[in-house]
């Protein structure tokens, strides 16, 4: 198996941060994603390569396994056992009738055959005394999966393409922006019988309509003209569940807040659980008045004046 540079693949040095894994992943996983890239097979292996790097990097224990062993890295458990540093090329190991060593292969420069022998005899193979071969779970693979607010709002199905796989998944209403979810047994398959890995999906929630959403609460703005902010009266507003009726107290002033109890966003795998929608009243003045109009605001500010 040859070298991979993770790394460069994500375009990313070692010393890079979680974040910078982060960032990377999600730029690189957006240019190349299969949607975006129909029929290109290039592009396609690339995005594989994009999720497999950022299995093994966003993941602190991969990682640092991977620094440590490079491309056996998925076999650090199995050489710590056997006391193989690749920093001394060094290996130890109880046999069956006493105790052998493995220092220094070929003078202290250990090969891939080297390794492929002693790993054979380990683990199943050729080699002497072997034994069944380890099982190992298959690789984690990584998706990102955007939505908008109103999607995000209630349960519904989608289909999703992983590494060339058609999946299709049900969403649970309420699900946040960042917030990942995982599929069990839907990533790489197995080594020697070994388990699938899992799928995880970060969900990308693009919200371009009135709301502003903070968990499960909601939030918006809603104009009131003039005469009913001073009247009072009835007004229609939105929500996501449609069109409701509040009324307004006379002399409302802007900037007022009202809660609109069980009309936020539904709570994450809660039925019938609600956060609540903050409204607040901003003042839209009348424009092109009429003479008349014009007049009558005019005899009112008279009598403001003379109070």
Known sequence: ???I????????TKSATDADIKKAYRKLARKYHP??????????????????AN???????????????????????????AGYDPNQQQYSRQQQGGNQSYTDFGGGNFSESDFSDFFNSMYGGSGRGSRAQAKYRGQDFNAELQLDLASAYTTHKQNLNVNGKNIRITIPAGVENGQII???????PGANGGPNGDLYITFIINNSSDFKREGNNLYADVDLDLYTAILGGEIYVNTFDGKVKIKVAPET??????KLKGKGFPVYKKDNQFGDLYITYTL?????????EKELFAELAKLRNHE
């Open 1 to 3: 198996m040859d070298y």
């Open 5 to 12: 540079d993770y790394y460069k693949i994500l375009g990313i």
């Open 35 to 52: 949607d975006l890239n129909p029929n290109d097979k290039e592009a396609e292996q690339k995005f594989k390569e994009i999720n497999e």
């Open 55 to 81: 299995e093994v990097l966003s993941n602190p224990e991969n990682r640092k396994k991977y620094d440590k062993y490079g491309k056996d890295w998925k076999h650090a458990d199995e050489f710590e056992k």
């Open 182 to 188: 995982k599929i069990p047994n839907h990533g790489a």
């Open 253 to 258: 002033q802007p900037g007022t807040k009202v």
């Open 284 to 292: 839209k003045l009348p424009t092109k008045l009429s003479e008349k």
